[in-house]
Nanobody, 125 residues
């Protein structure tokens, strides 16, 4: 059973940085591609970043490219999302996800089977 538990969200000001964590279970990193999605109030959930299982290639949404970075620590089975220069439009619930995504599907929700409960990020002055 794959378990994903996000943490690290909070209230920050524009321009601040925040690092989200996603604690995973067992062999998640050796089995699945990993991703971060987010959902703002009144909007559909959208892709943020992903790390493909095969080759470790990273993918980013255009809106966060250059500001956000996805990484992992295999020793403690934790996925991270480093978020720099945060903007009010980054306000959302952020979700960690795991699935057998391939290049053509890695940005889509349907590629991911397992989801965390989400962590709230609010960017406001």
């Amino acid at each position: 059973q794959v378990q994903l538990v996000e943490s690290g969200g909070g209230l920050v000001q524009p321009g601040d940085s925040l690092r989200l964590s996603c604690a995973t279970s067992g062999n998640t990193f050796s089995t699945y591609s990993m991703a971060w999605f987010r959902q703002a109030p009144g909007k559909e959930r959208e892709f943020v970043a992903a790390r493909k299982l095969s080759g470790g290639i990273q993918y980013y949404a255009d809106s966060v490219k250059g500001r956000f970075s996805i990484s992992r620590d295999t020793a403690i089975n934790t996925l991270y999302l480093q978020m720099n220069n945060l903007k009010p439009e980054d306000t959302a619930v952020y979700y960690c996800a795991a699935g057998r995504a391939i290049t053509s599907t890695i940005r889509t929700e349907r590629a991911y089977y397992h989801w965390g409960q989400g962590t709230q990020v609010t960017v406001s002055s």
